[in-house]
């Protein structure tokens, strides 16, 4: 009986084997067929990037649809190198789906260029080709690539630094978090500390740190500075301002502490008609000045909106003249010495204070 029992066993595992392999045999087999192939631009082609221009489409690439033995979703991915490379370090330029066509704006051609090596202002030679794939697996390759030259722009100029800006009754722009708000100049020297000095009205004030964002944020007070780093935080105490007047107001966000001092030189400081930017950097260079725009709450707060400038050099001056200047020696904050302010080419938003000569230079606007 037990033999019996040992044959049927037997059977049935043999019979389950059977059924289990006729079922990997009827199971659908996926088979590359078609390799996809850029078909525009043409090898050959020359890009002169523009930095005025960087949201605008530089290049469209269009490829022949990969195939495969199924109908599946096929992803593309537009990839760059260096002329001559292997591609294991290629940029993506793209990536579809089941479209084959992509438009590349000049900033991202211009940044991949950066990326690969490539030398603002200097052309250099680029391959491209398309690869496709099914669900990451399944890849093909075009085994051809088109050549093109690019010429990139200054690339995106390292900005790893905060920003703080006045929000409260006692400042510009009262309690709204994104109206005109008066920005801390920021020490060139210490990343941590930031001052303002200049007026204040009777009331209230914290710093915020994005434009429209109640948290992060710093409040304090008895001289210790308290930090919101979420809305879901508690909300700080607000410093006070006791009379209209002017003061000198400094943290440091390391060590969390603040100092608030009434500044007597404010009330019979000069006021001057204009102040402007000048140097090498700017589009008039040496010779003229561009002109900044004065506070209405301020008088010694001046702005600058978004501006070009170039590799080069700056300093701030007073009606036009050289009786009256400010420099530094620091690129993107500073302020207090005759020096010529370092420049490197970008789009900035500048903040100057002429109490005490500080400013803020944002770039990439």
């Known amino acids: 009986m037990k033999n019996i029992y040992k044959i049927l066993i037997a059977f049935i595992g043999v019979l389950a084997v059977s059924c289990n392999a006729d079922a990997v045999d009827e199971r659908q087999v996926l088979d590359a067929v078609t390799v996809p192939e850029i078909t525009a631009p043409a090898t050959g082609k020359t890009y002169v990037l523009d930095v005025e221009k960087a949201q605008e489409e530089a290049a469209k690439f269009t490829w022949s649809a990969a195939a495969y033995s199924t109908d599946v979703v096929i992803k593309y991915t537009l990839l760059i190198d260096k002329k001559g490379g292997d591609f294991t370090a290629a940029k993506t330029l793209a990536t579809t789906t089941n479209i084959a066509e992509a438009s590349i704006l000049a900033k991202d051609l211009n940044q991949a ?16 080709k398309i690869a496709s794939n099914v669900s990451g697996g399944f890849v093909q390759t075009g085994k051809g690539l088109i050549t093109i030259t690019v010429t990139p722009y200054v690339g995106k100029v390292d900005y790893n630094f905060n920003d703080w800006y006045l929000v409260g009754d006692a400042t510009v722009s009262g309690w709204d978090n994104n109206k005109g708000n008066q920005i801390l100049f920021r020490s060139g020297t210490n990343a941590n500390e930031y001052v303002f000095t200049g007026f ?11 434009l429209g964002n109640w948290a992060p944020m710093y409040g304090g007070s008895a001289g210790a500075l308290a930090y919101r780093g979420t809305d879901g935080d508690p909300d700080p105490a607000s410093i006070e301002i006791t009379a209209d007047g002017y003061y000198k107001f400094k943290m440091d966000v390391q060590k969390l502490t603040y100092t608030l001092e009434p500044y007597a030189a404010g009330a019979g400081a000069a006021i001057y008609s204009t102040v402007g930017i000048i140097g090498s950097s700017t589009a008039k ?5 561009t002109a900044m725009v004065k506070s209405s709450f301020n008088a010694h707060i001046w702005t600058l909106g978004v501006t070009s400038l170039n590799d080069g050099e700056a300093k701030f001056r007073a009606n036009d003249a050289w009786d009256v200047s400010w420099g530094g020696k620091t690129a993107f904050s500073g302020g207090g010495t005759g020096d010529n302010i ?16 500080s400013y803020v230079m944002i770039p990439n606007q």
């Open 200 to 210: 204040f009205k009777k009331g209230y004030f914290k710093a915020i740190k994005n």
């Open 113 to 128: 260029a950066i990326d690969l090596g490539g030398k603002p202002e200097i052309a250099a030679m680029y391959d491209i």
């Open 285 to 289: 260079g040496w010779d003229a000045s």
């Open 342 to 357: 370092p420049v490197a080419k970008s789009k900035y938003l500048i903040y100057f204070n002429d109490l005490d000569g």
